[in-house]
T-cell receptor, first 115, second 113 residues
Framework: AQKVTQAQTEISVVEKEDVTLDCVYE???????LFWYKQPPSGELVFLIR??????QNEISGRYSWNFQKSTSSFNFTITASQVVDSAVYFC????????????FGQGTELSVKP | DVKVTQSSRYLVKRTGEKVFLECVQD?????MFWYRQDPGLGLRLIYF???????EKGDIPEGYSVSREKKERFSLILESASTNQTSMYLC????????????FGPGTRLTVT
């Protein structure tokens, strides 16, 4: 079955701390895509990154980095030197090619960055 | 930039009313989706459409229907609203082929009283 698990429901850090959000997935597909989205208090989900199953290189974008490990079925997200503006709910998602390529979402991790 | 808009940010309706939620995208995307988001449950797919007039049920279609008469517009209809349909509703779109990420609208927070 396709499944995404984000075990951390809430995380609270102080500004400038590094924080890692965990994502573990299950899929029977040999080819698949994983995603991270950010949902700020305004409500709109903002696409952050896409990773395909053939590319295990880590990705860095500014203060954000992602670690994809196929061996452990994990796709973790690290924010370096967190800022208050990073406060949001973060979702990890897995594509499911049936049903139009719907996304299967984890339950989300609410990150609170305090000044 | 991809733009997905939804007709209302907040909506309050009474039990039994027929409710229309509208979604419009401006990127000529073939696929469009309606999700609902509830605390502790994440996002769940209600319906999706892969072309004009084409629709498929998602995971929780009961109590909902959809309409797609034009490529850019995808409507979600609550035939007879009930209190258990109080939720955040999110519309999304993407191209039919890769790269597969979906682009979301701002959401409609619906309260049924």
């Amino acid at each position: 079955a396709q499944k995404v698990t984000q075990a951390q429901t809430e995380i609270s850090v102080v500004e400038k701390e590094d924080v890692t959000l965990d994502c573990v997935y299950e899929t029977r597909d040999t080819t698949y895509y994983l995603f991270w989205y950010k949902q700020p208090p305004s409500g709109e989900l903002v696409f952050l990154i896409r990773r395909n199953s053939f590319d295990e290189q880590n990705e860095i974008s500014g203060r954000y980095s992602w670690n994809f490990q196929k061996s452990t079925s994990s796709f973790n997200f690290t924010i370096t030197a967190s800022q208050v503006v990073d406060s949001a709910v973060y979702f990890c998602a897995l594509i499911y090619y049936n049903q139009g390529g719907k996304l299967i979402f984890g339950q989300g991790t609410e990150l609170s960055v305090k000044p | 930039d991809v733009k997905v808009t939804q007709s209302s940010r907040y909506l309050v309706k009474r039990t039994g009313e027929k409710v229309f939620l509208e979604c419009v995208q401006d990127m000529d995307h073939e696929n469009m989706f309606w999700y609902r988001q509830d605390p502790g449950l994440g996002l769940r797919l209600i319906y999706f459409s892969y072309d004009v007039k084409m629709k498929e049920k998602g995971d929780i279609p009961e109590g909902y229907s959809v309409s797609r008469e034009k490529k850019e517009r995808f409507s979600l209809i609550l035939e007879s609203a009930s209190t258990n349909q109080t939720s955040m509703y999110l519309c999304a779109s993407r191209t039919a082929g890769g790269p597969y990420e979906q682009y979301f609208g701002p959401g409609t927070r619906l309260t049924v009283t």
